[in-house]
């Protein structure tokens, strides 16, 4: 089988996402909750058809702001029912705006989505998947580790001799900064 590494660079939708941001560290909160829309949103699908739709969700969920998203009452939710330039699903997009209450609730009891993030790594994959469900709604095991290898909590978004894992080793993202030597312990 061919790996997303060897698949993707010369792809005109997936070269960009894994040569420039797969994998990469994240910091910004509006990036940080779009990466969650869209991998809830690809669940069930390809991520092929969530980068063809990746504008339109952004401007479907007004540049993935935080706030905005969590103030969305009926008649938002209607228009995203009825926008056929993102994946109208009613628990996809009941959960992207009660995700962002979830994140404001973060931003509250401890500085944010970052701050989170940050307090709770390192964790194994399955400890990850254990505090997202309890924390954010349609966050299955495959959601919660694509969304930690592309932000850079969980190693894996790269194969090992693909030449982007240097670029982001340089960057230095969470899974680098606790050493290969966590990771392997735990195979």
Known sequence: MTSYCESSPNHDWHGPYHGTEYGFPVSDEHILFERLIL???????????VLKKREAFFKAY??????????????????????????????????????????????DSGGGFKAWLETHHPLMKPDWVRLFKQTFLFTGSEITGEF??????????????????????????????????FWESVD
Not at 67 to 90: F, M, Q, S
Request: include cysteine; proline fraction near 5%; hydrophobic fraction near 40%.
């Open 62 to 107: 007004d540049g993935f702001d935080v706030d905005t998203v969590a103030a969305y009452g009926p008649d938002d939710r209607a228009r995203l029912l009825g926008d056929a330039g993102i994946i109208r699903n009613k628990l996809k997009v009941n959960a992207a705006v009660e995700n962002a209450k979830r994140i404001q609730t973060l931003r």
């Open 148 to 181: 930690l290898m592309s932000t850079g909590y969980l190693p894996g978004a790269h194969d090992k001799g693909c030449p982007v894992i240097q670029k982001i080793k340089v960057l230095e993202p969470p899974w680098a900064r606790v050493g290969i030597e």
């Open 39 to 49: 991998e809830i949103n690809q669940a069930g699908l390809s991520w092929l058809t």
